[in-house]
T-cell receptor, first 114, second 117 residues
Framework: KAGVTQTPRYLIKTRGQQVTLSCSPISGHRSVSWYQQTPGQGLQFLFEYFSETQRNKGNFPGRFSGRQFSNSRSEMNVSTLELGDSALYLC?????????????FGPGTRLTVT | AQSVTQPDIHITVSEGASLELRCNYSYGATPYLFWYVQSPGQGLQLLLKYFSGDTLVQGIKGFEAEFKRSQSSFNLRKPSVHWSDAAEYFCAVVIMNYGGSQGNLIFGKGTKLSVKP
């Protein structure tokens, strides 16, 4: 089975712009979670989608949003980018209740905001 | 608030030596605990997990971890480290919602492992 894929792998944006990141889960997995990883804050949970519904949400501002499509692919959007949004964004997929089963992570998208 | 603490930011061990990475959690209920590893430029890979039962759990790549409720710890161990084990290791706990139908991972800040030849 192919693993979790994330596109693009690297992205450079300017403050104030918006960005969309994409994640394709492992075939058959219906849960997709997103995490932000920074040197200062570490790994932080953004949100989880299951069958096109947001099931859980972390403590991030409304500028961070996501969605999931019927084929389980997910996108994450960040509007009005700030310098502090520079991070590695990781997507993880799981067959069911993501956190308990254990998640399969993609390689991440490295976002740099200048 | 629930939290996970990894006291060691960076550890260096010699190849062939034993390894123990420390993890302490703060969580009122029975915790669901995980160890993940992240190699440079890679995503995270699940090493092992503990839900209940035997407090010593075996994982992939020769790793094991022991859950000690009295010490609120879930330390990761490996008897003989290989150079390929150099990576960053993250301990995590699942925070469940009231109904138990959903939850998310809370990660520690990670321990970077370097292996000397």
């Amino acid at each position: 089975k192919a693993g979790v894929t994330q596109t693009p792998r690297y992205l450079i944006k300017t403050r104030g712009q918006q960005v969309t990141l994409s994640c394709s889960p492992i075939s058959g997995h219906r849960s997709v979670s997103w995490y932000q990883q920074t040197p200062g804050q570490g790994l932080q949970f953004l949100f989880e989608y299951f069958s096109e519904t947001q099931r859980n949400k972390g403590n991030f501002p409304g500028r961070f949003s996501g969605r999931q499509f019927s084929n389980s692919r997910s996108e994450m959007n960040v509007s009005t980018l700030e310098l502090g949004d520079s991070a590695l964004y990781l997507c993880a997929s799981s067959a069911g209740l993501a956190a308990l089963i254990g998640q399969y992570f993609g390689p991440g998208t490295r976002l740099t905001v200048t | 608030a629930q939290s996970v603490t990894q006291p060691d930011i960076h550890i260096t061990v010699s190849e062939g030596a034993s390894l123990e990475l420390r993890c302490n959690y703060s969580y009122g209920a029975t915790p669901y605990l995980f160890w993940y590893v992240q190699s440079p430029g890679q995503g995270l890979q699940l090493l092992l997990k503990y839900f209940s039962g035997d407090t010593l759990v075996q994982g992939i790549k020769g790793f094991e971890a022991e859950f000690k409720r009295s010490q609120s710890s879930f330390n990761l161990r490996k008897p003989s480290v290989h150079w390929s084990d150099a990576a960053e290791y993250f301990c995590a706990v699942v925070i469940m919602n009231y109904g138990g139908s959903q939850g998310n991972l809370i990660f520690g800040k990670g321990t970077k492992l370097s292996v000397k030849p």
